[in-house]
């Protein structure tokens, strides 16, 4: 744990929800640093700490609530020792429910939306002041990343980056259009810039965020070619990557998380060409998919069918054919019969997942889908709910066996779970440990699968003279399967 130096405050912050939470409490972070905040791993004794919450699923917004439960009374203890707790409610139940949390816990200093963060100083003093909460859920007009400072702390090995923020496009189910707002794209300078600082910092991988990063369009940098598509995008995705690939030190590249709308127009043939010309660019793709009957995916607004689905998965791997996928599925969405549920199971059996999270389906307030009709009874939601994962981790085991006794590159990050083992991650994210020295971290080695663990791939760093062959072929390749048992 840190122990702040004498005159620093601590600062306590708790992530739930998505990769772009995790983002932004390291920018809330570092937006507070100035004012002598620090980091520390525990929520005792904390001079101030932000909750940064998620709202995606019932679930994930209680949690909120028990947490601030247990607080309080650490808030309270705090001040009998005459010193402040500045407790901070942020992220997307911030923004959705607001005066919720101000009614139900007085005690709370402040509440601010996803879009607010940069005004986290200037709130801190605020509420320093004020008596009531000091609350920010406005979507402000400056955009947050034009105003927050640039990234201070070092992300490690792996490092997150995100380049597009909110949502268009209203899936019937979902409170992120509300939560975040409309969809914005950060300018390539800034990106690039960013991801340079990353690099010097020591990342040698960088996952691109947004909530629909593959609609990322954003200004070209100034002077360079703007490739203008027929839509009048300055840069797409694809070129925003290839750009990204050439910078010194870099290398892997992901993005995430994607929608299969935005693999569907002209212009978004550069984003599936790209996977086949960028090596750095890994082989592994989240592609959230939600149901596979076409009339659920029109009750969720989706905008695209199955086929549309099956058909982007196909040239995702033609461009490159080592490609494995990764979804998302909703059990029980408003509507679902029977069928639908077996056409979602069909296109799981035809596409093939090396992994993939699945939800029952959660009303939220204020989404169309809450307060339609034929909600569906909690027991079958429950069924189809485990039928589906049995079918991806039968999926997912089936990748993993696939991947025993063949060769590929290995990113190390640090020390394994048990001593004298280093860990890193596959070009499939899959968690992987060796025998070797921590000092591995940073490198990127080929090495051999040699056994396959529920959750984690074993696996041997290859001599320098050692072949390669056979390289990992597409996944869940059956022949590969047979000469790997
Ligand atoms: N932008 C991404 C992911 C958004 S949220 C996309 O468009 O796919 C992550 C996942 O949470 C979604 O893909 C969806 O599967 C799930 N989810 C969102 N709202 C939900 C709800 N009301 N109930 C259950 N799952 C939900
Ligand atoms: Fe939510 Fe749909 Fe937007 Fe994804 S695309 S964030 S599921 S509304
Ligand atoms: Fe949750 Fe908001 Fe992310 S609702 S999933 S934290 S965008």
Redesign the pocket.
Same mark, same amino acid.
């Given at each position: 744990m840190t122990t702040p130096a004498p005159g620093r405050r601590r600062l306590f912050v708790k992530t739930w929800g998505c990769q772009m939470n995790v983002y932004d409490s390291g920018r809330m972070a570092d937006v507070l640093a100035p004012l002598g905040y620090v980091p520390v791993e525990t929520p005792e004794g904390a001079d101030m700490v932000i909750l940064n919450t998620c709202h &995606?699923?019932e679930k994930a917004s209680e949690k909120l609530f028990s947490e601030l439960g247990r607080l309080r009374a650490l808030k309270q203890a705090k001040e009998q020792g005459g010193e402040r707790m500045v407790l901070a409610v942020a992220g997307c139940v911030a923004q959705a429910e607001g005066s919720e949390i101000t009614a139900r816990a007085p005690y709370v200093d402040i509440v601010l939306g996803p879009q607010s963060y940069h005004r986290l100083p200037e709130m801190v003093a605020r509420a320093s002041r004020a008596a009531g909460a000091v609350i920010e859920t406005d979507f402000p007009a400056e955009q947050k990343f034009d105003h927050l400072p640039e990234a201070a702390a070092p992300q490690g090995t792996i490092a997150f980056l995100t380049i597009q923020e909110g *949502?268009d496009k209203f *899936?019937s189910? *979902?409170v992120?259009p509300y939560t975040r707002g409309a969809e914005y794209s950060r300018p390539a300078a800034a990106v690039l810039a960013e991801a340079r600082r990353l690099v010097a910092q020591g990342a040698r991988e960088i996952a691109l965020l947004g $909530?629909?990063v593959n609609a990322w369009h954003g200004v070209a940098p100034p002077g360079a070619p703007t490739f203008e598509s027929p839509d009048g995008r300055a840069w797409g995705l694809g070129r925003l990557l290839r750009e990204m690939a050439g910078i010194e030190g870099l290398a892997r590249l992901r993005y995430t998380?994607s929608?299969p709308r935005d693999f569907m127009s002209p212009g978004d043939d550069d984003l599936i060409a790209a996977h086949g010309e960028i090596p750095a660019l890994m082989p592994f793709l989240h592609l959230?998919v $939600?149901s596979g009957s076409d009339r659920m995916l029109r009750a969720m607004n989706r905008g695209h069918t199955a086929a549309d689905y099956l058909r982007i998965a196909d040239r995702l791997r033609a461009a490159r054919p080592d490609l494995a996928l990764s979804s998302?599925? &909703?059990a029980g969405h408003p509507g679902e019969t029977e069928a639908d549920h077996q056409a979602t199971l069909d296109l799981i059996r035809q596409i093939g997942f090396a992994q993939a999270f699945s939800?029952?389906?959660?009303a939220?307030p204020g989404t169309p889908a809450a307060g339609a009709p034929l909600q569906v009874a909690e027991s079958d939601k429950d069924r189809r709910l485990q039928e589906i994962q049995a079918l991806l981790r039968d999926q997912q085991d089936a990748f993993n066996r696939s991947r025993l006794g063949l060769s590929c590159d290995v990113l190390f990050t640090g020390p394994g779970r048990h001593p004298g083992q280093v860990a890193g991650r596959s070009p499939w994210l899959q968690p992987v440990h060796a025998e070797g020295p921590a000092s591995l971290a940073g490198q990127v080695l080929p090495c051999r699968v040699t056994a396959i663990h529920p959750n984690s791939l074993s696996v041997r760093v290859l001599a320098r003279d050692e072949p390669v062959a056979p390289p990992a072929g597409p996944p869940g390749d059956p022949q590969q399967e047979k000469e790997a048992a």
């Open positions: &995606i699923r *949502c *899936c189910f *979902c992120v $909530q629909n998380t929608h959230p $939600q998302d599925f &909703i939800f029952k389906y959660s939220r």
